[in-house]
């Protein structure tokens, strides 16, 4: 119940297109979503972050969709650019510090 | 302003030693997380601690402690280290309002290999 699965492992976009990843949870009381950027040799950035009393959270091109119903929230990296390329890191908490990582997407946009 | 830093960047220790890591959080956040990062298992929470108190703990084995100062610096402790402790260790910081979730500032890591 305290895992958060993410999908898929590896993405491959063209620049300009959109990257799309997923996750999905099991623990109704998770209470906070955020998405983690990590660039090689550094630690993760947060990018954006939802609560489910929202259905979507939009911060320039990067977007998040939350379907509590169905316990899935995505990340959706509009006109993807080459410096996007990273290792995204979903996760969930449930009021606190202690955040459930997904296994991470590696994106690779090609120029 | 100063972002989180963790000593030793990197360090190489053979198994049965024990190591310390060190976290200097972002000024004026007082609630201090660590994580393990390795390729199979990904980020997995070790513990937080505010105001030198640890407030939550992961599923890891009593090898593993931590603690917090006064000055919100924190440290953690592995002993008789094994091979599958060889990690990136990642410290994070946060100002922490209360008890809700908010943003985690992560520090570069320390990288440790056992031999």
């Known amino acids: 119940q305290q895992q958060v699965k993410q999908s898929p492992q590896s993405l491959i976009v063209q620049k300009g297109g959109i990257s799309i990843i997923n996750c999905a949870y099991e623990n109704t009381a998770f209470d906070y979503f955020p998405w983690y950027q990590q660039f090689p040799g550094k630690g993760p950035a947060l990018l954006i972050a939802?609560?489910?009393?929202?259905s979507e959270k939009k911060e320039g091109r990067f977007t998040i969709s939350f379907n509590k119903s169905a316990k899935q929230f995505s990340l959706h990296i509009m006109d993807s650019q080459p410096g996007d390329s990273a290792t995204y890191f979903c996760a969930a908490s449930r009021s606190s510090y202690k955040l459930i990582f997904g296994s991470g997407t590696r994106l690779l946009v090609r120029p | 302003k100063a972002g989180v830093t963790q000593t030793p960047r990197y360090l190489i220790k053979t198994r049965g030693q024990q190591v310390t890591l060190s976290c200097s959080p972002i000024?004026?956040?007082?609630?201090v997380s660590w994580y393990q990062q390795t390729p199979g298992q990904g980020l997995q929470f070790l513990f937080e601690?505010?105001?030198?108190?640890?407030?939550n703990k992961g599923n890891f084995p009593g090898r593993f402690s931590g603690r917090q100062f006064s000055n919100s610096r924190s440290e953690m402790n592995v002993s008789t280290l094994e091979l599958g402790d060889s990690a990136l260790y990642l410290c994070a910081s946060s100002l922490a309002q209360g008890v809700n979730t908010g943003e985690l500032f992560f520090g570069e890591g320390s990288r440790l290999t056992v031999l």
């Open positions: 601690y505010f105001s030198e108190t640890q407030r």
């Open positions: 000024s004026g956040h007082r609630s």
């Open positions: 939802i609560r489910p009393d929202v």
